[in-house]
């Protein structure tokens, strides 16, 4: 019996889907795309607890992408995302690093704003191969849409 309610369920999940993606992407809400456009300026503000080589390099990488059903911004062109990075600024045991990233976008809601993820790597620059020693990373921030070709800062305080 429990068996059959899972394969019931899934044949509905299935079904589900595939009514979705036939329809066309403007057809999922019942409105048109909206143009949404400006710059993250993020700085992290790093605190290195670690022992780290001492040729290292610390780079900070941000992505963002809209949030909310990945489904809902989905064309045939796929989910727009960017990405930037940026070498830390490093003195002492603290380092500061400053990422930008301008978009611009057409999305089917500004409802939920973008998701941002971040990872910040410490490279050892000696030897004939950079390697990565340490590494911190956080995913999934949720942050509003600036206004229309504005700036909007952001700030992170990580201990590395």
Known sequence: MHRTRIAVLLFLASVVSVSAWSQPSGKHHGSSPTAVGGTYSITF???????????????????????????????????PAESAASIAAVTGSTATCVVDIPFSWS???TRNGVSLSYEIDAFNTSGS????????????????????????????NVTF
């Open 129 to 156: 191969l950079p390697a990565v020693v340490r590494s911190s990373a956080l995913q999934g921030v949720p942050e509003s849409y600036p206004g229309s070709g504005e700036s909007s800062p952001l700030s992170f």
């Open 107 to 109: 999305v089917e809601s």
């Open 45 to 79: 503000n790093l605190n290195i607890e670690s022992t780290l080589p001492a040729n290292s390099s610390i780079v900070c990488k941000v992505q963002i992408a809209p949030a909310g059903s990945v489904f809902g911004n989905l064309s045939a062109q796929g989910a």
